[in-house]
């Protein structure tokens, strides 16, 4: 646990050091900002974090989170340090866990900026805080999952564009398109197109209900694509 806390740390460090960690906590900041202080906080309509949480976070989340996992490791691809994590006395798993881990405390660390809109709404009215509890347990498992997956493609490859487009065009389907699709399919098909929808998966979190189908898909999603990612790096060892 001491090795993966270590290179948790060290990717952690990564992120305050990379510029590119800073624009995507600005544009989060101030894109999320904009939408809950000009859309969903002024005078003549409820003030909820639901439209925040049901859409909007979802959305910037396919765009952001590929930004920062692209670099996980693909950069120790292109910079070659991949030689030194193939040589120390780590395994694949102990790399994979704390590359996931450092990216998630990153990426808790965004969501905390979003409680002041939660005492924004307690301020000015009386929210429910049962929902709004359950809304950030979807966030922290939607996340986890979008962070997975960027892991995943980044392990893949070298190269942090493809990296980064294949991330996005991956969660893009599963967040919007396969939505879309359930609205005009029927039957069999309707049921599994909505069981690997995003949206589908991640809605009953906004409306206060924790379902265990739910909770199921997201962790047990995470963890296979985390599986996946130590049976690639794996792969790469022995090439």
């Known amino acids: 646990m001491g090795r993966v806390w270590t290179i948790t740390r060290r990717e952690l460090l990564c992120f305050f050091c990379s ?26 309509t409820e003030s909820s974090l639901r439209p925040l949480f049901g859409y909007i976070l979802p959305l910037v989340l396919v765009f952001i989170i590929p930004m920062l996992t692209m670099r996980l490791m693909s950069e120790e691809y292109r910079s070659g340090t991949i030689e030194t994590l193939m040589t120390a006395p780590v395994s694949d798993a102990t790399v994979i866990a704390g590359k996931f881990l450092g990216t998630f405390l990153f990426y808790v660390l965004m969501l905390l900026t979003t409680l002041i809109y939660a005492a924004a709404v307690y301020a000015f009215g009386s929210p429910d805080f049962g929902a709004l509890w359950t809304g950030y347990l979807g966030l922290l498992l939607l996340g986890a999952f979008y962070i997975s997956v960027g892991l995943f493609f980044s392990t893949c490859t070298s190269n942090q564009i493809v990296a980064v487009v294949c991330s996005f065009a991956v969660l893009a389907t599963l967040a919007f398109l396969t939505g879309a699709i359930s609205q005009h399919v029927e039957g069999a098909t309707r049921v599994i197109v909505q069981h690997v929808s995003i949206t589908y998966q991640f809605s009953e979190f906004v409306q206060g209900a924790i379902n265990l189908n739910n909770l199921t898909f997201f962790v047990t999603t995470t963890l296979f694509l985390l599986f996946v990612s130590v049976k690639v790096l794996e792969s790469k060892r022995w090439r």
């Open 19 to 44: 510029p590119i960690a800073y624009v995507v906590l600005v544009v989060f900041l101030a894109f999320n900002g904009y939408i809950f202080g000009f859309l969903h906080f002024r005078s003549g």
